[in-house]
Antibody, heavy 119, light 109 residues
Framework: EVQLLESGGGLVQPGGSLRLSCAAS????????MSWVRQAPGKGLEWVSG????????YYADSVKGRFTISRDNSKNTLYLQMNSLRAEDRAIYHC????????????WGQGALVTVSS | EVVLTQSPGTLSLSPGERATLSCRAS???????LAWYQQKPGQAPRLLIY???SRATGIPDRFSGSGSGTDFTLTISRLEPEDFAVYYC??????????FGQGTKLEIK
């Protein structure tokens, strides 16, 4: 059974930094692209960032480009999202999600980590 | 960037009825890149349909997807109480990697 467990969420001041982690199990982690998708309270889904299986290719939404960095450690089956220069509008639940082969959709999701940006 | 517009915003139906949810793309897209998700309150999204019409593992056959080009549809043939939720369509591309529609809330009438 695929399991994705996020950690590292919390309260941070505007301009601050936070690193999210996503521990994966139940599949061969290195073989699949992974993504972070966020959801602001009461709002819809917004894709944030994606990374290929080897970690050599990364993608970002314009809203986070230059501020967020996605990475992965395939030896630890763990996905990361380093978030810098956080803004109030970054407040959301951040889900990690596993891409299907070919990455055209996301077939497993974690429950998410809540990030709150407030002074 | 492809923009996905879902309609209606809210759909009020009773158990046993048929639900038809629409997703319209701002330009023609490949069917292989179109997916549907279900999200219940306090839960993560769940993949229902991929490649426009293929059911994901474990999804009941009352859920079906159809469409091509710019118009796609998710149909729930006979609503069960557990089907009342928010539904999102999603498109995959190189950049941005994924775009989502704004969602359709399916509520009990």
């Amino acid at each position: 059974e695929v399991q994705l467990l996020e950690s590292g969420g919390g309260l941070v001041q505007p301009g601050g930094s936070l690193r999210l982690s996503c521990a994966a199990s139940g599949f061969t982690f290195k073989n699949y692209a992974m993504s972070w998708v966020r959801q602001a309270p009461g709002k819809g889904l917004e894709w944030v960032s994606g990374i290929g299986g080897s970690g050599s290719v990364t993608y970002y939404a314009d809203s986070v480009k230059g501020r967020f960095t996605i990475s992965r450690d395939n030896s630890k089956n763990t996905l990361y999202l380093q978030m810098n220069s956080l803004r109030a509008e970054d407040r959301a639940i951040y889900h990690c999600a596993k891409g299907v082969a070919g990455a055209t959709s996301l077939d497993s999701w974690g429950q998410g980590a809540l990030v709150t940006v407030s002074s | 960037e492809v923009v996905l517009t879902q309609s209606p915003g809210t759909l009020s139906l009773s158990p046993g009825e048929r639900a038809t949810l629409s997703c319209r793309a701002s330009q023609s897209v490949s069917s292989s890149a179109l997916a549907w998700y279900q999200q219940k309150p306090g839960q993560a999204p769940r993949l229902l349909i991929y490649a426009a019409s293929s059911r994901a593992t474990g999804i009941p056959d009352r859920f079906s997807g159809s469409g091509s080009g710019t118009d796609f549809t998710l149909t729930i043939s006979r609503l069960e109480p557990e089907d009342f939720a928010v539904y999102y369509c999603q498109h995959f591309a190189n950049s941005p990697m994924y775009t989502f529609g704004q969602g359709t809330k399916l509520e009990i009438k």
